[in-house]
């Protein structure tokens, strides 16, 4: 906002400068034939007037546009000036100057090089590549760990730092209505398991407690097939899920998959 304001203000301001500017010729103008009144023109000076003008178009005209310049061109009748001593077959080459477009490329990088060493290297101004990634990193860091305290709706958020278990029936209930939706494909419709672990029994592979199933259901373990759920739940839902998964301990249903991990 304040920089749309800025901007506003200098455009205002270059406007004033304009304006004044033209305000400054007209007076200069009123000044000029106050004080030497420029008399009618008699007819002759009219024709004079009129050749003077004709004669600076012409030249105007003469002289080399700005395209020219940068470009470096030269013309036609100049070539001959040019030619290079050797020449085949009736075919010259011509002794053409650098166009100025390439060499204030070509200086402009020395002067850039110039000011990059000195910021990068010998003054150290400017940050490299890796510390410019180690201070995003931490400010990532600091992000993530604002994230984790922000209190969300209703109390604080819920995170893998601060998860307890709770033995709610509304809790568990939503929890196990989210299981059947989306774990069950892996964990099996009681959590006996399938293509992943067994979640009624008392071995785990990361961790039985409270805040190691919320941690392992929120991160999951994407290189073994687990997904990372924070993606697509919210932090109440995977703190309902943790605690359904924890009240499954001991339930030991029909066809459960054989234990891995340690046992807890
Ligand atoms: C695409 C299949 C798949 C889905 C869907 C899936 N998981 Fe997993 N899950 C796995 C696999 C595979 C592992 C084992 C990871 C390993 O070997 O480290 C695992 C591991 C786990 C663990 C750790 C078990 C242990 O022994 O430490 C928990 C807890 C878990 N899943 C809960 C869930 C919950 C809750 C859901 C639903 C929100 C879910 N999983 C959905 C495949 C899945």
Same mark, same amino acid.
């Given at each position: 906002?304040?920089?749309?304001?800025?901007?506003?203000?200098?455009?205002? =301001?270059?406007?004033?400068?304009?304006?004044?500017?033209?305000?400054?010729?007209?007076?200069?103008?009123?000044?000029?034939?106050?004080?030497?009144?420029?008399?009618?023109?008699? =007819?002759?000076?009219?024709?004079?007037?009129?050749?003077?003008?004709?004669?600076?178009?012409?030249?105007?005209?003469?002289?080399?546009?700005?395209?020219?310049?940068?470009?470096?061109?030269?013309?036609?009748?100049?070539?001959?000036?040019?030619?290079?001593?050797?020449?085949?077959?009736?075919?010259?080459?011509?002794?053409?100057?650098?166009?100025?477009?390439?060499?204030?490329?070509?200086?402009?990088?020395?002067?850039?090089?110039?000011?990059?060493?000195?910021?990068?290297? #010998?003054?150290?101004?400017?940050k490299s590549q890796e510390e410019e990634y180690?201070?995003?990193?931490?400010?990532?860091?600091?992000?993530?760990?604002?994230?984790?305290?922000?209190?969300?709706?209703?109390?604080?958020?819920?995170?893998?730092?601060?998860?307890?278990?709770?033995?709610?029936?509304?809790?568990?209930?939503?929890?196990a209505a989210l299981f059947k939706t989306v774990?069950?494909?892996?964990?099996?419709?009681?959590?006996?398991?399938? #293509?992943?672990?067994?979640?009624?029994?008392?071995?785990?592979?990361?961790?039985?407690?409270?805040?190691?199933?919320?941690?392992?259901?929120?991160?999951? #373990?994407?290189?073994?097939?687990?997904?990372?759920?924070?993606?697509?739940?919210?932090?109440?839902?995977?703190?309902?899920?943790?605690?359904?998964?924890?009240?499954?301990?001991?339930?030991?249903?029909?066809?459960?998959?054989?234990?891995?991990?340690?046992?807890?």
């Amino acid at each position: 906002m304040t920089e749309l304001l800025i901007w506003a203000l200098l455009f205002v =301001a270059a406007i004033i400068l304009i304006v004044s500017l033209q305000v400054l010729k007209v007076i200069k103008i009123f000044i000029k034939e106050s004080i030497s009144p420029s008399p009618f023109a008699t =007819a002759e000076e009219k024709e004079q007037f009129r050749l003077l003008a004709a004669e600076r178009e012409a030249e105007e005209k003469a002289k080399p546009s700005i395209w020219t310049k940068i470009m470096g061109l030269k013309p036609m009748t100049e070539e001959k000036d040019l030619m290079m001593e050797h020449e085949f077959d009736g075919i010259a080459e011509l002794d053409n100057p650098t166009p100025a477009w390439f060499s204030v490329l070509f200086y402009g990088t020395i002067i850039f090089a110039i000011g990059y060493m000195f910021n990068y290297h #010998v003054f150290n101004w400017g940050k490299s590549q890796e510390e410019e990634y180690a201070v995003e990193l931490q400010e990532a860091e600091e992000a993530r760990i604002a994230f984790l305290q922000k209190p969300g709706a209703g109390g604080p958020q819920i995170n893998e730092n601060n998860m307890e278990q709770s033995t709610d029936k509304e809790m568990i209930q939503k929890g196990a209505a989210l299981f059947k939706t989306v774990c069950t494909p892996c964990h099996g419709e009681h959590g006996e398991g399938g #293509v992943g672990p067994n979640l009624t029994d008392e071995f785990w592979l990361h961790g039985g407690g409270a805040k190691d199933v919320f941690k392992t259901i929120k991160y999951g #373990v994407p290189e073994k097939g687990m997904v990372a759920w924070e993606k697509s739940m919210n932090a109440k839902q995977i703190s309902d899920i943790t605690n359904y998964v924890l009240s499954l301990k001991g339930s030991n249903p029909a066809g459960a998959k054989a234990p891995q991990g340690k046992k807890e």
